[in-house]
């Protein structure tokens, strides 16, 4: 069974920054992309960044380009999103997704199958 537990949300002011980590256990975390999404309140949830099996690509929304950087370290089971550069509109409920199959990069809900329980970021201006 796939379990993501996301951690290291918070509060900070404006330019700030954040380094979130999403724990993987159940299966061999190596073998598959990695996503970051967000929601906020009355909002649908929005892509944020995905990353291939070994890192070596990565993809944002458009929002986040230039200020967020995800990361994995697949011998830790392990993956982050560094958020630089923090606004009041990044404020949101932040979580990890995993999808079922092998595969390419995904950057829809839909490709996701698997979700933390997220994590808190409010960002004050």
């Known amino acids: 069974q796939v379990q993501l537990v996301e951690s290291g949300g918070g509060l900070v002011q404006a330019g700030g920054s954040l380094r979130l980590s999403c724990e993987a256990s159940?299966?061999?975390?190596?073998?598959?992309?990695m996503g970051w999404f967000r929601q906020a309140p009355g909002k649908e949830r929005e892509f944020v960044a995905t990353?291939?099996?070994?890192?070596?690509?990565?993809a944002y929304g458009d929002s986040v380009k230039g200020r967020f950087t995800i990361s994995r370290d697949n011998a830790k089971n392990t993956l982050y999103l560094q958020m630089n550069n923090l606004k009041p509109e990044d404020t949101a409920v932040y979580y990890c997704?995993?999808?079922?199959?092998?595969?390419?990069?995904?950057?829809?809900?839909?490709?996701?199958?698997?979700w933390g329980q997220g994590t808190q970021v409010t960002v004050s201006s």
């Open positions: 997704a995993a999808p079922e199959r092998e595969g390419p990069l995904y950057y829809t809900v839909g490709g996701y199958d698997y």
């Open positions: 990353i291939s099996r070994n890192g070596a690509i990565a």
């Open positions: 159940g299966r061999t975390f190596s073998r598959y992309t």
